[in-house]
């Protein structure tokens, strides 16, 4: 419980720091006399989300963002399965992959115009291209990373290649899988805001970038904290399903630093006190046997 108190108390402190920078209009380099205060954020808020257009643009970008999403990770999965056991996958796949991975998601708005009949394809496939390529680089390296002794166990007793894949190869890769989803959501929140942008209609992109031609930035931090929850919500959604998914894996407890933990000693039982005796007992005999056998080693080693 204290360490929720204490984020609460960071949230609420990186607040008030803002509102006090605000409405002193401080300009040291940093020039925060331009920036809307807490006040004027929530207030803006409060008035937008009483209307109907702030749901519109809720439910267009989360469509967006779900949709993609859910096409990258079976897309990126599968490749990564594939790419990880196929040579001849990876000879033929690889060099593609690794010449588009780095252009930026963004970079193919252009290409989403030309290619797609309406924006609302064009946009959810940026989102897909920008969340395919951390999942499919995540489950390559998962899947090359496992222990050939489970597969090998596995054939042992009969196993086929599809009862490797059920049983071995996804199950183990699984961290490394939602390692790369988590990473994937958060990059498809920052090009589905950008595509929404430049070529959308609706959505919380839309509408922040709306608001800044208007020069309404209260509006603009409306966009941006929401932009921020709605992130937030999805990954922690992502990380919970990977923790349930993979709840036999072993985990490790926080530990602060300097202050370990000590199991605490309860008293002996009369039996567990004579079962110590009798240890330490022929502990004692032990040692003394093996000093009477160092003794006589001596000795026979001086005759000699």
Known sequence: MSRYVLRVVSLAAALGVWQLLTSLNVDLWLRFSQFPTVVDVARAFADRVSGGDYWTDLTDSLTR????????????????VLVARSR??????????????????????????????????GIVFITCTAAFFPVMVSTRHAVRALTPV??????????????????VVLPGALPGIFGGLSVGIGVSWICVISAEMISGQYGVGYRTWQDYTIVN????????????????????????????????????????????RTPVSAAPTPQVAVRAEGDSQKQADAQQQGRGDTDQEARDEHFV
């Open 88 to 121: 001849l996958a990876e000879d033929l796949l690889g060099p593609v992959l690794e010449v588009v991975r780095p252009i930026p998601a963004i970079a193919l708005v252009p290409v989403a115009i030309l290619l797609f009949p309406s924006n609302e394809q």
């Open 150 to 167: 489970w597969e090998e166990a596995v054939r042992t007793m009969g196993g086929g290649r599809w009862r490797i894949l059920g049983s």
């Open 217 to 260: 930035y209260p509006g603009v931090f409306v966009g941006m904290v929401t932009i921020g929850v709605l992130g937030w919500v999805t990954s922690t959604a992502v990380e919970l399903l990977g923790r349930r998914l993979t709840r036999w894996l072993p985990r490790t407890s926080y530990v602060p630093v300097g202050r370990p």
């Open 65 to 80: 963002i779900l949709t993609g999403f859910v096409l990258a990770a079976v897309l990126g999965v599968a490749t990564g």
